[in-house]
T-cell receptor, first 114, second 116 residues
Framework: KAGVTQTPRYLIKTRGQQVTLSCSPI?????VSWYQQTPGQGLQFLFE???????NKGNFPGRFSGRQFSNSRSEMNVSTLELGDSALYLC?????????????FGSGTRLTVV | AQKVTQAQTEISVVEKEDVTLDCVYE???????LFWYKQPPSGELVFLIR??????QNEISGRYSWNFQKSTSSFNFTITASQVVDSAVYFC?????????????FGAGTQVVVTP
């Protein structure tokens, strides 16, 4: 079965711009979570969406937002980009119940802010 | 406060040596879930194992084994007879039942370097 698809894989943006990243979960998975990975802070939870509703949010400024569509695809948006937003952004999908497995991650979007 | 601690930043071994990665966690929940993920240079996090708090059985999967000890809040991971393909960053993670299912709290990761 198809895995978690994240697009684009690489992105270069200028400070002050905004960016939208996309995540298509595994078919049947309704939970999508987003993580930011940087060398300094490691892997940090951004937010989780379930059935089009934000279920949880990490400790990030309001410039970071997201949404989920009825087909479970999710987007995250970062407005007014800062140099410190350069990171690997990973999304993960999981089935509706706490099944036997873990979350399945996508390959990530590597964002560089210049 | 850091809920998952991976004290080893980097471990270097020669092929065929065993390597053990330490993971210590902290939670007040009685129900929680622990995970190990592997991150190769490509960046994708690859799921290795999940363990529930109420299941302390150790597990072996091929060259991988895990030792879960609630008494010491540890969930250590051993790679037996390491191979060059095991070179990656390994993350331990915690999901607490009191929090939403989609939130994983990761340790800082341990870089494993296996040289031929």
């Amino acid at each position: 079965k198809a895995g978690v698809t994240q697009t684009p894989r690489y992105l270069i943006k200028t400070r002050g711009q905004q960016v939208t990243l996309s995540c298509s979960p595994i078919s049947g998975h309704r939970s999508v979570s987003w993580y930011q990975q940087t060398p300094g802070q490691g892997l940090q939870f951004l937010f989780e969406y379930f059935s089009e509703t934000q279920r949880n949010k990490g400790n990030f400024p309001g410039r970071f937002s997201g949404r989920q569509f009825s087909n479970s695809r999710s987007e995250m948006n970062v407005s007014t980009l800062e140099l410190g937003d350069s990171a690997l952004y990973l999304c993960a999908s999981s089935p509706p119940d706490r099944g036997a497995d873990g979350y399945t991650f996508g390959s990530g979007t590597r964002l560089t802010v210049v | 406060a850091q809920k998952v601690t991976q004290a080893q930043t980097e471990i270097s071994v020669v092929e065929k040596e065993d390597v053990t990665l330490d993971c210590v966690y902290e939670t007040r929940d009685t129900t929680y879930y622990l995970f190990w993920y592997k991150q190769p240079p490509s960046g994708e996090l690859v799921f290795l194992i999940r363990r529930n708090s109420f299941d302390e059985q150790n597990e072996i999967s091929g060259r991988y084994s895990w030792n879960f000890q609630k008494s010491t809040s540890s969930f250590n991971f051993t790679i037996t007879a390491s191979q060059v393909v095991d070179s990656a960053v390994y993350f331990c993670a915690l999901s607490e039942a009191s929090d939403s299912w989609g939130k994983l709290q990761f340790g800082a990761g341990t870089q494993v370097v296996v040289t031929p």
